[in-house]
């Protein structure tokens, strides 16, 4: 995992500020009728930290019918909100 994200920050040329359009489109991707495309932007979103996913993870999580899904977005949901709250006691 660590390193998708060192290369997803070398990609990008990554600074840590993701702009809110890569963000809204991940999100919006995650209403895919592909599970596919719907597990690329479950990964994309874990590896930008977006704790704007948080809440529509949360609904994956929940409703999704496949089961891979919904585990990588419980997985996901956890790993941005446990930055998250890392990064507020740094």
């Given at each position: 995992?660590?390193?998708?994200?060192?290369?997803?920050?070398?990609?990008?040329?990554?600074?840590?500020?993701?702009?809110?359009?890569?963000?809204?489109?991940?999100?919006?991707?995650?209403?895919?009728?592909?599970?596919?495309?719907?597990?690329?932007?479950?990964?994309?979103l874990?590896?930008?930290?977006a704790?704007?996913?948080?809440?529509?993870?949360?609904?994956?999580?929940?409703?999704?019918?496949?089961?891979?899904?919904?585990?990588?977005?419980?997985?996901?949901?956890?790993?941005?909100?446990?930055?998250?709250?890392?990064?507020?006691?740094?």
């Open positions: 995992m660590r390193l998708e994200i060192e290369r997803a920050r070398g990609l990008w040329g990554w600074s840590g500020v993701v702009p809110k359009k890569v963000i809204e489109y991940h999100i919006s991707r995650l209403q895919d009728k592909n599970p596919g495309v719907r597990l690329k932007a479950i990964k994309e874990e590896i930008i930290g704790q704007e996913a948080l809440e529509p993870l949360k609904s994956l999580f929940q409703s999704d019918p496949d089961n891979e899904v919904r585990k990588a977005a419980q997985a996901a949901g956890r790993a941005i909100f446990l930055k998250n709250q890392q990064s507020k006691s740094e």
